[in-house]
């Protein structure tokens, strides 16, 4: 597998692998990740459609990219996904999905035609105050401190960050500022967070540092993403003769690993029972094999309450989606909360990746992610609007009409002053196909849901969807009065409580999650959030879909270039706009310098003059025109 950019190789088609044929996959799970793996084994790898077989432990797909209105609930979304133009490898893939909303197109072609007609941005980032406008006027706020605070950190080699936190590196100079409201409430960052995932994060979209604000950099689906991304790429597959095992947990995988200085350790058992054992040193190890080989050779599933074992060869390939952000989740309803239980173990995906962790270190450290769900968790509602009651307090905030099926409120509207630090969004409406028209779908979400609620006075997780309907309608602006009512009669409210949401920002160190394909792998490779791919950066859908195609093209030997992250960090013009952005627009010769910088400064400038670069520092206003 290498990396390729340009589009000398984006639209070439590859060669079929020698061998594939006689080649069979196994993918886990159903989400992004595996989906494009899946995907990519058809079209790039050419492997015939019914060799491929895809285990989903719940009876749909899509893992954490839901969307379904459930019978006797309502509508839900336990998220929601957004985009941005240089996500490589997503478009290189949608670009051959067929559209499963207009003949002869595809998902990128009806993509691009939409956000073109109607592109993103916001008209109110955030308010205060029950429903007025917080004032930031688009500004980050940070003070000279702050803005080398945030510098700092960039500039840090990636292993000085391992295992700390944000707050290491951060005070109250940014943790103040507008910047981390604008920040932690888009990507859900919490204080405690991972300091290296916020430095990756920052140096991979440090083009958009100016659209945070108002979120003109993101790009948005016409439905939820469930309709709108994974029923194609199911469709795709199926029409590919692709096999979906609906209801089926891979409880396990058992491999087979010749250490470079040991004999050969088979890891043999079924289910919860796995047992390591020890080949005898009398039996002589291949001299052919190569030192650290690591090959998965059995498979265990659990299927209608039987354990089942699916025996593997080399040509057997395995993709493992290993831990998963939505997994022990809990739903509601309008009069019942999402239950919260922190004692619960973590199951799905974790379980399966602390039996698959103990055979090997460089398969990970999943309790790394999973040990501390109280750090991990946040909450997301479903709120449906049932009538027209409710639409107007929405449309005096977003200033748009929810109802036309453009874009409502282009990304959340932060509650700054809520204590469950609460957000909301409404995208193109309707959301669903079958969603009435008369009725708009909300999604609400809460990064402290143990906090008491300024108007229900009770944590969020304890809340009911009626209760969290009505702390949202309180700091929609609602006259106190009518609360009670419009959130009981004139809405439809779904919580959902999900205790490994945010896992993947939990500070972590190499190693703590897997190559997608480990040192001396023959079969096998990881996928999705918890695996480990170079400089993209995790809870994004394109970072989900690299890892599908990075490990197809490097087990089934596809000889094409998976496309390079883009480069926006390493584009001067990028870091130059990105440094006055922050600075809210200032030059640098407003900054708060000594008599030494200054002249220092003023020398550096003088020396330039006669040359492009002050003509390109004033194009971006770093220094004044």
Known sequence: MYYSNGNYEAFARPKKPLGIDHKSAYIVGTGLAALSAACYLVRDAQMPGEHIHIFEKDATAGGACDGLNIPGLGYVMRGGREMDNHFEVMWDLFRSIPSIETEGVSVLDEY????KEDPNYSLCRATKDRGHD?????KFGLS?????EIMKLFFTPDEELYNKPITDFFDDEVLNSNFWMYWRTMFAFENWHSALEMKLYIQRYIHHIGGLPDFSALRFTRYNQYESMILPMVRYLENA????????KVENIEFTIDSATGPVREVTGTGQDTILKIAQAAVPRNPYSTPNRKMAQRIIIAHDGTMQA??????????????????NSSMGSQTTPAAWNPELKPGGGWDMWKRIAKQDPSFGHPEVFCSDPQATKWMSATVTTLDGEIPPYIQRICKRDPFTGHVVTGGIVTCTDSNWLMSWTLNRQQQFKNQPKEQLCVWVYGLFPDKPGNFVKKPMQECTGEEICQEWLYHMGVPIDQIPTLARDHA????????????FFMPRAAGDRP???????????FIGQFAQTPRDTIFTTEYSMRTGMEAVYTLA????????????????????????????????????LNFIEKTVLKKVLHKLEGTEIPMLLRRYGVIES
């Open 112 to 115: 691009y035609w939409l956000n």
């Open 134 to 138: 917080a004032g930031t006027d688009g």
């Open 144 to 148: 000279d401190k702050a803005a080398q």
């Open 241 to 248: 003769g692709v096999q979906f095992h609906f209801n089926t």
């Open 310 to 327: 699916i025996d593997l060869t080399e040509d057997d390939l395995v993709f493992i989606t290993n831990g998963g952000c939505v997994e």
């Open 492 to 503: 439809n409210t779904v919580p959902v409580m999900m205790p490994y949401i945010t896992a």
């Open 515 to 525: 190559d997608v394909v480990p040192d001396g792998a023959v079969n096998f490779a």
């Open 557 to 592: 030997r596809v000889d094409r270039g998976v496309p390079e992250v883009w480069g926006s960090v390493y584009d001067v013009r990028n870091l130059l706009n990105a440094s006055v952005k922050l600075r809210d627009g200032k030059p640098i010769t407003d900054m708060h």
